[in-house]
């Protein structure tokens, strides 16, 4: 079983340093860095003062090696939705469970666009493009060709043809042609 350390405070956005310096009593980077790659044994007494150092459940802190997890997979600008060079791991706002079907993707918006904003979260479930029908009229994300992505609100399908419009105004439609597959967005996680 390994760790979350590294994913969870990467997208917290802290430094080993930070982390090091946030745990109660400090402790050093270097520490910090041996706990995340497992040179160093995580005990319990560490997993508590890391997962209080994160704001994280203790238990959030390990994962099996079979568990899929969410993914980041495209960021969000003033050019439309981005690949990644990339995926990371995306940390849930709640615990989602194996009944919750196959893990989520995540969009991460880097810049306003339409009604999002920078630090937005959009997680999203991958359904089949036959059933797309059920995801008209809600934002989705559709894979291009070439690891492109388009990003918008599905305001048509016809046949293989799927029909998005952006966020930002004054853009124009986009249309992909038999995407492999549409994430309807479920969920918006902002930071207040």
Known sequence: M????RDIRKAKGLTLADLAAAC?????????????????????????KIAAA?????????RAETAATAQIVAELGAGGAEALAAPREALAPTALGPEDGPAPLVLTVTQSVGEYRP???VWLRQIVPDDAQSAINRDCLVPRPGGRF???????????????????????????????????????????
């Open 2 to 5: 390994s760790n979350r350390i």
């Open 24 to 48: 109660s009593p400090p402790t050093t980077a270097q520490t910090i860095g041996r706990l995340e790659t497992g040179m160093r044994q995580l005990s319990l007494g560490w997993m508590n």
């Open 54 to 62: 994160l704001g994280v459940d203790p238990a959030s802190l390990m």
């Open 119 to 121: 630090g937005d979260l």
């Open 150 to 192: 388009a990003f918008g609100r599905l305001i048509d399908r016809r046949g293989n043809l799927v029909g998005l419009l952006p966020p930002g105004a004054g853009q124009k439609q986009v249309v992909v042609d038999n995407p492999a597959w549409i994430a309807v967005a479920f969920m918006l996680v902002r930071a207040l």
